[in-house]
Nanobody, 126 residues
Framework: VQLQASGGGLVQAGGSLKLSCVVSGRIFSNAIMGWFRQASGKEREFVAGMNWSGGRIFYSDSVQGRFTISRDTISRDNAKTVVYLQMNSLKPEDTAVYFC???????????????WGQGTQVTVSS
């Protein structure tokens, strides 16, 4: 399984960014998809996650109401899918490297994701 995140950049406080994560390869059936972030000098933290169908979605308290996770299949055999993180009303404290990840079905709010992307930098200026 390969994950390629993109869409990061520099934005002013109050602005928006949309991150994308292309997931390819032998994706788990009914996989869990998640976004995490790691600010400089801090531990990586869970941001948002969803099950394959989108029927279960969770957000961290710090982004609830501002961020939206979604998924779209871009190949007919589910061998490639894209996971998005729409980020609105960005704050300087949202500055971090953002990672996408995937795991087998089960818990969503956990650090035990199996495959990770390389990360994309989001910087929010005040």
């Amino acid at each position: 399984v390969q994950l390629q995140a993109s869409g990061g950049g520099l934005v002013q406080a109050g602005g928006s960014l949309k991150l994308s994560c292309v997931v390819s390869g032998r994706i788990f059936s009914n996989a869990i998809m998640g976004w995490f972030r790691q600010a400089s000098g801090k531990e990586r933290e869970f941001v948002a996650g969803m099950n394959w169908s989108g029927g279960r979605i969770f957000y961290s308290d710090s982004v609830q109401g501002r961020f939206t996770i979604s998924r779209d299949t871009i190949s007919r055999d589910n061998a490639k899918t894209v996971v998005y993180l729409q980020m609105n009303s960005l704050k300087p404290e949202d500055t971090a490297v953002y990672f996408c990840a995937t795991k087998r079905p089960g818990l969503i709010v956990t650090s035990e994701y199996l495959y990770w992307g390389q990360g994309t930098q989001v910087t929010v200026s005040s």
